[in-house]
Nanobody, 124 residues
C-alpha cells in the first residue's frame, strides 16, 4: 500500500521561503516518478515540479527559478524548496507518485497515488 504524507506548509509573507516534505512508504522509491501539484480554491490542480525515475527534473513556468524539487532515496522522501514566494503561490500542495516514467506534460491524471495535502499561504 503506497502512502504519501506531506508536511512543511504554513503561512509566510511574500518573498519568504518554505520547504515542503513528502514521506513515502509501501513502494520502491527509485522506480517511481514523483511530483508536486497545487490547487487553489476555484482552480484546477496544476503541476508545479516533477522528478523522473532517472532523477531528471521539470518545472512549471510559474515556479521555474524559484522552486527546487529534490529527493532523498535513502529516506524515501521528496522535497520542494520554495523561495521568493508570491501571493499567487497560495494553494494546497500535494505530493504524487506514479510507477511509470513521466509522460508529456505529466497531468494529474497520470499519478495514481496522492498525499492528503499541506496548505501554503503567502500574504502580501
Amino acid at each position: 500500500q503506497v502512502q504519501l504524507v506531506e508536511s512543511g506548509g504554513g503561512s509566510v509573507q511574500a518573498g519568504g521561503s518554505l520547504r515542503l516534505s513528502c514521506a513515502g512508504s509501501g513502494y520502491t522509491y527509485s522506480t517511481y516518478s514523483m511530483a508536486w501539484f497545487r490547487q487553489a480554491p476555484g482552480k484546477e490542480r496544476e503541476g508545479v515540479a516533477a522528478i523522473d525515475r532517472d532523477g531528471s527534473t521539470t518545472y512549471s513556468d510559474s515556479v521555474k527559478g524559484r522552486f527546487t524539487i529534490s529527493q532523498d532515496k535513502a529516506k524515501t522522501a521528496l522535497y520542494l524548496q520554495m523561495n521568493s514566494l508570491k501571493p499567487e503561490d497560495t494553494a494546497m500542495y500535494y505530493c504524487a507518485a506514479d510507477p511509470y516514467p513521466l509522460r508529456g506534460s505529466w497531468p494529474a491524471s497520470d499519478f495514481g497515488y496522492w498525499g492528503q495535502g499541506t496548505q501554503v499561504t503567502v500574504s502580501s
